[in-house]
């Protein structure tokens, strides 16, 4: 084929999806630049998902009529003039590229008026052609209608989720701005309905409410790295003084009886830019040390504020990420400051023999106080050895370690069950060798392709004795609304009970013992869990969030005769070698690995 310059048309849609990927980098994008332009009050408004319709309005600076066609051109910003001040951007923007991004591939009208002038503006365009630029009357700020995105890329459109998984996304974003500006009154409106506002008055605590529900919001607790006396002093401005210095690290986290199963609800800021970064997500989960349960996740909401300069945020089209001058530096100054508050909350968990008061099912039942008493029982005798992964002593012909295989797919061997080890995992023989099964993951499979034989009847259900009733942080609300439908079929009774609260009725029996409220929260969040790794239908999902809620879990002792049954139960499903989600449920040492590690046999 010969090569070809892209047309500017074709060119421009390919940079714009750099950017705008779905509607929430719509919303996220034009949020940017109401903050960027000093609103204190923003208003959201989305329409199917965000793909019909989102309108951003604000009460900030406005656009000066005659830059406004500079403001949809290619690279146009009033906030970067010269590369030096790449180094040190302050504002949320400084690339140009999102008004003409969005208006490369969607309908966009724009009314603005700038502080300055009496007259406003009126711009509108579709698909990069302007169609109107007029003076138009306004109140001073900006509002931002971009409508039937994507319409002309068809390819994108094929990708976005529904609407109500979007509108979820575009929610996520929405509480996470309304966390980093607490002085800023953030609404959204979906579909005609107000399903979030923060009240703009400055404390935090306040969105925390917002965005949890009062009840986690009033357990967690306030970390301030300014208090500590070991911290560098920060200058006047809250920033720390020389770029090298440590960054200042504000915010709140959950005690170690809040936590979650997935990461959704960690938001991380630096210098009021959202960012996802791992190792600092990792920092603070490391802060928690033995006070979770492996697989769970605190929840929190940090800002770390560096000197500009100590941080390069032009690294990523959408923004989300940084990179740090001394990333050791912020990772170890985050978990100082977590960790600082948790132990003076939490002294250190000492630990202490294996104990049979933690009896199985009992896990989700105990209060959250009980579970952390009962997870100081677990751990074995030597200490930190529950910490290290388990360590089996395969070695390549170089001397390095190979880890031992996960068991190929196919049926199973009779395994005899010899016990249990760090009330995780049961070891059995088995005719090829040793086998060690990961009790959790084949409890899930074993319930998972019981519901999924049994489902022609309609799922058992089990009435609560009273009514529960659950109010739900704007996320879950959100996931409940979407999921709504396949949760009563998978067993669920629920019916909506004013804004953001539900009464829950009845639930599949087989979560009988569990505590329905924790419960039902838990599969909402594992519904919603966007890392899945098999693709499959709506309800195999939530019947695989059922299962895995059910499932016993990882930290409960067994007896001989519970794990006699689980391992026949598992020998009887079809695909005994992984759980429901793909991973592995056992690990085989084979008799030749053995016999080789040993040196029996050269
Ligand atoms: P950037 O934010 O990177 O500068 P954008 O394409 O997002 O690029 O916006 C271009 C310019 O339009 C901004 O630099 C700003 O001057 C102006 N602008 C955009 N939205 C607003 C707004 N809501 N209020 C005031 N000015 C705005
Ligand atoms: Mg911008």
Known sequence: MPIRIL?????????AGEVIERPASVVKELAENALDAGARDIRLEVRGGGQRLIRVADDGAGIPHDDVPTAFARHGTSKLFAADDLFAIQTLGFRGEALPSIAAVARITMISRHADEMNGTLWKSENAQTLIYQPHGAPRGTVVTVEDLFRNVPARLKFLKSPGAE????????????????????????????????????????VLVKVFGGETAREMLAVNSADDPAAMPASEDGLPDAPLAP????????????HRGNRRLQYLFVNGRWIQDRSIAHAVTEAYHTMLMVGRY???????????DAVDVNVHPTKMQVRFREPSLVYRAVQRAVRRVLHGKFPVPTVAPASPLTAPNNFLSASPTASLAALDLIPPTDGGASQTPLHLPAVAADGTPLPPRPVSAGTLPMLRVM?????TYIICEGPDGLYLVD????????LYEKWMNEREISPATQELLEPLSLELSAMHWAIYESERENLERAGFRLEPFGSQTILLRAIPSLLEHKEPRKTFLEILDMTDEGGNPIRATAE???????????????????????????????ENTTAPRTCPHGRPTMILMNTAMLEREFGRRG
């Not at 016990?419 to 009330?423: A, E, K, L, R, T």
């Open 540 to 570: 195999a999902r939530l019947v695989m969030s059922i299962c895995k809620g059910a499932a016993i879990k990882g930290g409960q002792v067994m007896s001989l005769q519970e794990m006699r049954a689980l391992i026949r139960d598992l």
């Open 439 to 446: 009790q959790h993951a084949a409890h899930e499979r074993v």
């Open 419 to 423: 016990g249990q080890i760090f009330s």
């Open 247 to 258: 960054p200042v690290v504000n915010g709140y986290i959950t005690p170690p009886s809040i």
């Open 7 to 15: 047309s500017d048309d074709l060119a421009s849609k390919i940079a």
């Open 298 to 308: 605190p929840v929190f909401v940090l800002d770390l504020r560096l000197a500009p």
């Open 167 to 206: 509108s979820a996304h575009i929610a996520e974003l929405v509480h996470a701005y309304a966390l980093a500006y607490p002085r800023v009154r953030f609404s959204l409106v979906s579909d005609g309905k107000l399903v979030f506002q923060s009240p703009g008055s400055g404390k935090l605590m306040d």
